[in-house]
């Protein structure tokens, strides 16, 4: 079974950077779609983002498009979420999600592979 390990979570100042990392060392992730999502306290997990096996299709939320950028290097075993130009309400838990072979997509039901989430703030 996947597993999937966060990292790279904090507490950054508007208009600041993060980049969160999704990594598994148990097997190739290479095979499999990786999608970001969040969840705020009381609201639904979202997606924000998501990068094909190959690295060569991405797609993004309304709400973080221009700002996220979705990477990952195949060779590492990690994926990776760039988040620039920060704000308040893109305060949440951040997980990484995998889907073998999948499609990019930001629908939780398409991921069967979780991780346990990385907390980001962002406060002045």
């Known amino acids: 079974q996947l597993q999937l390990v966060e990292s790279g979570g904090g507490l950054v100042q508007p208009g600041g950077s993060l980049t969160l990392s999704c990594a598994t060392s148990?097997?190739?992730?290479?095979?499999?779609?990786i999608g970001w999502f969040r969840q705020a306290p009381g609201k639904e997990r979202e997606g924000v983002a998501s990068i094909s096996h190959s690295g060569g299709t991405a797609v993004y939320a309304d709400a973080v498009k221009g700002r996220f950028t979705a990477s990952r290097d195949n060779g590492k075993n990690t994926a990776y979420l760039r988040m620039n130009d920060l704000k308040p309400e893109d305060t949440a838990v951040y997980y990484c999600?995998?889907?073998?072979?999948?499609?990019?997509?930001?629908?939780?039901?398409?991921?069967?592979?979780w991780g346990q989430g990385t907390q980001v703030t962002v406060s002045s």
């Open positions: 148990q097997y190739t992730l290479e095979y499999y779609t």
């Open positions: 999600a995998g889907d073998l072979f999948g499609e990019p997509g930001l629908s939780v039901p398409e991921y069967d592979y």
